[in-house]
C-alpha cells in the first residue's frame, strides 16, 4: 500500500507514534510519505519506503497569520496524485483532519477517492479541539473521516462526551518495539549520571502546565529526604523555568538536572528506577510505556487513559490527579526495597508487552484495507 501520514514533527506523542508506525509500515513493505512542516525529530530515512515530503509555507506580510492548513491541503494534493496514494492518515485532529478533508473534496472534483483515517491522540479532543472557537471545524473533521481512531478507550469516551460525533470510534492503542529493546545493546554508563547508592528518578514531557511539573519536584523533595536520589528531567516546556526556581528553593538544585530534548530516551530509561507521570490529562501516556519497555516502573495519576497503561501495583502505582503524598509514599515503598523494586521493574517490562509494535500496526493495516474496499 502506498500511505501518506499527516502528524506533527516535534517532539510529542502523536509525532513519535506517527513517526513509529510509518517506520514499521515501511519494514512491512508498504510505501510511506510524511508530510508535514518539518522532518519528524525520531524519522530516521534509510529505508527507501520512507519518503518527506515538506510543507512551505510561503511568508505573506498580507497575511497576520500564515494560512498552514491552506499549504498542508495543497501539498497534500499534490503529493496523493504523484505518488497515487491509496490513504491518507491523519494524526491528530487540528488542523490535520480538516487540511485532509479539503484535500479529499479537491482530489475527488478530479475523480481521486482517497479514504482518510483520523487518529486522535487527546489533546485535541481535551484542551484544544473542545474550545469553541475550534469545535465546530473538529466535529465536523472527524465526523467526515472514512476511519476515526483513537489511543485509548478513555480518549473515546472523553471524544463522545464533548463532542456530536456520528462516526464510529475504534479504539487502536499506542505500541512501542518490544524486540528492539530485548536485542539492541545499550550502555547504560549509570556511573556518569549518579553514585552506586543513588536511586534515578525520570521524568519526560514538553513540560506543559498539564504535566503538572511542580507535583513531580515535590515527590522527589519528599523521596530524596528518605534516600540517596538524583531527579533526571528530559524535555523542554512553559513549566521549565518555574521547575528550576522550585529547586533553587528547596535546596535541591544538585540532585536535579534538567537535559532539554534529547533523542537518546531509551539510554536515559536504561539508568532509571523510576519514572514520574502525575499529570492532569493524559490520553494515553506514551512516555510511560516508553518506560515501561525499558524496565522502569511508573508512579503516576489516574488521569484518562494512563490506567490502561500502567497497572496498579503491578508495573507501578496509580494515584488521584495532584495527591503528592500517595504518589511520593508509593515511590519511596517501590525504591526502597530491591527486591521489590526488580519485581516491580521486571512487571513494567511484561505490561508493555502488551502494546508491542506487532501486536497493534496490523490493527491499523486492516483499517487501511477496509477503508480501501468502501472506497
Ligand atoms: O502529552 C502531550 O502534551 C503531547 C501530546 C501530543 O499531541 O503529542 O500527547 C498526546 O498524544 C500522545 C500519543 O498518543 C499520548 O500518549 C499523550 O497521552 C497525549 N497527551 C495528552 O493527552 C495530554
Redesign the pocket.
Known amino acids: 500500500m502506498k500511505i501518506a501520514i499527516v502528524c506533527?514533527p516535534t517532539f510529542?506523542?502523536?509525532?513519535?507514534?506517527a513517526t513509529e508506525l510509518g517506520s514499521a509500515l515501511a519494514k512491512l513493505n508498504h510505501e510511506v510519505h510524511f508530510i508535514t512542516y518539518k522532518q519528524p525529530v525520531r524519522l530516521d530515512l534509510l529505508n527507501p519506503n520512507l519518503h518527506f515530503h515538506e510543507v512551505h509555507v510561503p511568508e505573506y506580510p498580507l497575511f497576520h497569520y500564515q494560512p498552514y492548513e491552506l499549504a498542508l491541503s495543497s501539498k497534500l494534493v499534490d503529493t496523493i496524485k504523484k505518488y497515487e496514494i491509496d490513504v491518507l492518515h491523519v494524526h491528530?485532529a487540528i488542523p490535520h483532519a480538516y487540511a485532509g478533508y479539503m484535500a479529499k473534496k479537491m482530489l475527488e472534483e478530479e475523480g481521486i477517492f482517497v479514504p482518510m483515517v483520523t487518529t486522535l491522540?487527546?489533546?485535541?479532543i481535551?484542551?484544544v479541539g473542545n474550545h469553541p472557537f475550534y469545535k465546530p471545524a473538529v466535529t465536523f473533521s472527524i465526523n467526515n473521516s472514512d476511519i476515526v481512531t483513537s489511543?485509548s478507550q478513555s480518549?473515546k469516551d472523553d471524544t463522545l462526551r464533548l463532542f456530536d460525533i456520528k462516526k464510529e470510534i475504534k479504539v487502536v492503542p499506542?505500541f512501542i518495539d518490544v524486540g528492539h529493546r530485548k536485542t539492541s545493546f545499550t550502555d547504560c554508563q549509570r556511573e556518569l549520571m549518579a553514585l552506586p547508592e543513588e536511586r534515578i528518578i525520570t521524568h519526560i514531557?514538553?513540560f506543559?502546565p498539564?504535566?503538572r511539573i511542580t507535583d513531580i519536584i515535590d515527590i522527589f523533595y519528599n523521596i530524596q529526604k528518605k534516600m540517596p536520589a538524583k531527579l533526571l528531567m528530559v524535555g523542554e516546556g512553559p513549566e521549565r523555568k518555574p521547575a528550576e526556581e522550585k529547586c533553587k528553593e528547596l535546596g535541591i538544585k544538585e540532585k536535579v538536572i534538567f537535559f532539554g530534548n534529547s533523542n537518546e530516551i531509551d539510554k536515559i530509561l536504561c539508568f532509571s528506577d523510576l519514572f514520574l507521570l502525575p499529570?492532569e490529562?493524559?490520553?494515553?501516556?506514551?512516555?510511560a510505556l516508553e518506560a515501561m519497555v525499558n524496565r522502569v516502573p511508573v508512579i503516576s495519576s489516574d488521569a484518562?487513559?494512563i490506567p490502561e497503561v500502567n497497572q496498579h501495583g503491578v508495573s507501578g502505582y496509580l494515584s488521584k490527579v495532584g495527591d503528592v503524598k500517595s504518589m511520593s509514599e508509593n515511590a519511596i515503598k517501590i525504591l526502597e526495597d530491591p527486591s521489590r523494586l526488580e519485581m516491580f521493574k521486571e512487571n513494567a517490562f511484561k505490561e508493555a508487552e502488551r502494546f508491542d509494535v506487532n501486536e497493534i500496526v496490523p490493527k491499523y493495516i486492516a483499517l487501511y484495507e477496509g477503508a480501501l474496499a468502501i472506497s
Request: charged share 15%.
Open positions: 506533527y510529542g506523542g502523536s509525532g513519535v507514534v491528530y491522540h487527546g489533546t485535541d481535551t484542551l489511543v480518549l499506542n514531557s514538553n506543559r498539564v504535566k499529570s490529562r493524559e490520553s494515553f501516556g506514551l512516555a484518562g487513559g
